[in-house]
DNA sequence: AAGAATACTTCGTGATATGATGTATTACAC
DNA sequence: GTGTAATACATCATATCACGAAGTATTCTT
């Protein structure tokens, strides 16, 4: 998919990921593959951003001698999606404008 | 609405607003603007970049002592408009995904 | 023993939306 | 007739962000 057109929808999609239960970042990324490819390095900077902007807290676990980082959304993040469904309308109406037969000239 | 969510439409959307009819920059802000906000140095910055890409061309003309560009789309512009509603199922898909009560766990 | 899978990290790069600022003309209100 | 808004386009610097590349380290499979 265009890159651009990614844009908006990876945040909500990763914290959408981890809405109904706790999960670390390999887990994140095979629950998202059905819906969009999303390599280790964009889902860890996306992880970062979301960390420091509170929609996310970190819990580090060990298991099977492995580190792993379970991530936990918040008030925030859920507030974060919601705002994203609210947006979606005026999305929709922008792909309406350009999917109408007629253009500008009506 | 969200600046990364604006990505990957608005050169969709200024292509649009050239579809049908040739059309120069304040009226493409205008014509834009119930959809999206568009402010004027990111309108330039997209007619540029879709000029070099080949999806449009540019003609100047002389209007009441004025110079105006008039901007017609090109068999490119179009063919990029296509591409964009095919790429649009993709992003319905996300959108189910995000939506969707359960998340990951079923 | 070797390679694949798991798991996370860091760095540099390129694309891009936007505010600020500038230039220049025309239309209109007072 | 003067000032202000509207028309019209241009450029620059900045901040955000997705991604490939490369790295570290462990476990599982064959």
Redesign the interface.
Known sequence: ?????????L???VL??????D?YGYKIIK??KP??ELSESTLYTILKRLETAGMLTVRTVEHDGRLRKYYRITDEGLER?E???K??K??M???Q???KE????D
């Open positions: 998919m265009d890159i651009q057109l990614k844009r908006g929808l945040d909500v999609c959408t990921a981890i809405k109904n239960e999960s629950d998202v819906y969009t999606i705002e994203f469904k947006e979606w005026e999305v109406q922008i792909y404008f350009v999917t007629g253009g500008c000239n």
